[in-house]
């Protein structure tokens, strides 16, 4: 477990500035904190936490009394690092002071005390040494705070209790924060050591059954000739897949050269593909390379080759087929040897039919055909992607912000149209509006997915009966589960953790039979 306590979350603990607002009006005491070197929170900004009587407040702003304070802080440590129990003590002016130690797994992480009371049995004793330390200490105003002695909180032996029972119930909400916290940084750590293993295929992020099933066809193709069609909705990390194929072939040491065919109209992308000659058209004031040229002995990458024109696309066979091309403007061919990747989120054999593609490119295209999985049919590798961006951003901030666990929940409940890339474009928004908290709490979620989470299950309603809310709930998540798991019951069962049997008696009951659906 880790030795670093997150002393700035438990001010935003609700049980502790409770318990700070009832002593301090019942009783005027203060609740401060020390780490484990018995430094008191709060004092690198020169200050405790609001002393609540005059006295304390004067005595922390003499130089000497607040190194007198610093050492009463320190000696809280000394008194209370062997011991499990609650110590009254006094500090250096004669206050008492009550100190409950913090331990977290038997490890001691510090102390909680509350202090600026007296006791009732020895109260008359305190102020006559109160007394006599203002009269040493500050002899200009010694009979100004003298007269606020007397006023002082006095508690009696059931009070000193009854305080200790609420110090030691906001030690017991610090424990369980802190277990949070540890268990949350160690599920970090355990993600991050499964990135280190055979999770990716070169920066690519998946556990998942999908994705492991195209790292071992990436393995495969990635030193071949042949060209690779990579089909996959907008934000799966095509370009990703086409860089990962470049650099692990043996052209990586060649240009990886990329192109969008959807941003260029017709002419501009024969330019840009084959490039021109001076004067081949207005604004041709020079001879230009082609991008086949460019990526001569590497590879062209054709991102969206489903939205160029047939006449288009005729020139593109030509290259792909006896690698020759022929410049805007030119008599004469040229010969290249470049490896083609495309990618398309357009379901290119529909076109073919439609005739608005042509079935011989897009048979040459198709000689290695890769699907990337959308992020809904791979959830496993969502707390992989969120961890993963979630340690890019902190570096880049320089942050150490962590995801809540209803946070995730809401995460890997969501479809993600947008795949990967919305998942990415989530993480960076949340980690810069949530400012200065430690946690990313789901309340900072885009609202869409808000309500997707509330919105996705029948069981969320709540109206109607309760039987058939929980029917239609069961259905879904086995309906999803079987989806994800490609319809392997006895992984889904385990998931579930019910029977295989069990599992199979509910998929007839809600006829959700693979051959049915």
């Avoid at 470049?338 to 076109?351: D, F, P, S, W, Y």
């Avoid at 005739?355 to 999985?373: A, S």
């Avoid at 808000?450 to 929980?470: F, I, M």
Wanted: aromatic share 8%; with cysteine; charged share 30%.
């Amino acid at each position: 477990m880790t030795d670093k306590v997150r002393w700035s979350e438990f001010d935003k603990l609700h049980v502790i500035r409770r318990l700070r607002e009832l002593v301090g009006k019942w009783w005027k005491i203060q609740i401060n904190f020390t780490d484990t070197k018995g430094l008191l929170r709060g004092v690198p900004d020169g200050k405790f936490f609001n002393p609540l009587n005059p006295i304390c407040k004067a005595v922390i702003s003499d130089g000497k009394g607040f190194e007198s304070c610093r050492g009463t802080a320190r000696q809280t440590v000394v008194d209370t690092t062997r011991s499990n129990d609650a110590r009254l003590s006094r500090c250096h002016a004669g206050f008492s002071t009550l100190t409950v130690p913090i331990r977290v797994e038997g490890k001691y992480m510090g102390c909680v005390f509350g202090d600026g009371f007296l006791v009732a049995d020895s109260a008359e004793e305190q102020k006559v040494r109160i007394k006599a330390y203002l009269e040493r200490s500050f002899t200009g105003r010694a009979a100004e705070l003298n007269a606020h002695v007397d006023a002082l909180p006095v508690l009696s032996e059931k009070e000193i209790a009854y305080l200790t029972e609420l110090i030691e119930m906001v030690v017991e909400e610090i424990i369980v924060s802190q277990k949070r916290v540890s268990e949350e940084q160690e599920k970090v750590g355990e993600l991050s050591k499964e990135l280190g293993t055979r999770y990716g295929f070169d920066r690519m992020i998946g556990k998942s059954a999908p994705m492991q099933d195209l790292y071992r066809l990436l393995d495969r193709v990635c030193d071949s000739e042949a060209t690779v069609l990579i089909n996959g909705e907008n934000g799966t990390g095509k370009e990703l897949i086409a860089k990962a194929l470049h650099y692990n072939s043996r052209r990586k040491d060649k240009k990886f050269v990329v192109v969008n065919c959807g941003a260029f109209n017709e002419n501009l992308l024969e330019s840009e593909l084959f490039g021109h000659m001076k004067g081949a058209f207005t604004g041709a004031i020079r001879d230009k390379k082609g991008l086949f040229e460019e990526a001569d002995g590497g590879t062209l990458f054709l991102d969206e080759i489903g939205e160029t024109s047939m006449s288009m696309q005729v020139k593109m066979l030509r290259v792909l087929q006896e690698g020759t091309f022929t410049p805007v403007g030119a008599t004469a061919t040229k010969r290249v040897s470049v490896r083609i990747l495309a990618a398309t989120n357009r379901e290119l054999q529909k076109m073919v039919k439609e005739g608005m593609f042509r079935e011989d490119l897009y048979y040459r295209l198709k000689v290695i055909n890769l699907t990337v999985p959308p992020l809904r049919e791979r959830k496993e590798d969502i707390p992989l992607l969120t961890a993963h961006f979630l340690t890019k951003f902190n570096k880049e901030r320089n942050q150490e912000k962590t995801i809540n666990h209803s946070t995730l929940e809401r995460l890997i409940n969501h479809d993600w149209p947008g795949n990967v890339r919305e998942l990415e474009n989530e993480i960076e928004r949340c980690c810069v509006l949530v400012g200065s908290e430690p946690d990313i709490l789901p309340d900072l979620l885009s609202q869409h997915i808000q309500d997707n989470a509330k919105n996705k299950y029948p069981g969320y309603r709540v109206s109607g009966r309760l039987k058939d809310a929980l029917e239609e709930l069961e259905k879904q998540m086995i309906f999803e589960g079987l989806e994800r798991t490609r319809w392997n019951k006895s992984k889904l069962a385990k998931e579930l953790g019910i029977s295989r049997a069990g599992l199979i008696m509910k998929v007839e009951k809600y006829g959700l039979d693979k051959r049915t659906i």
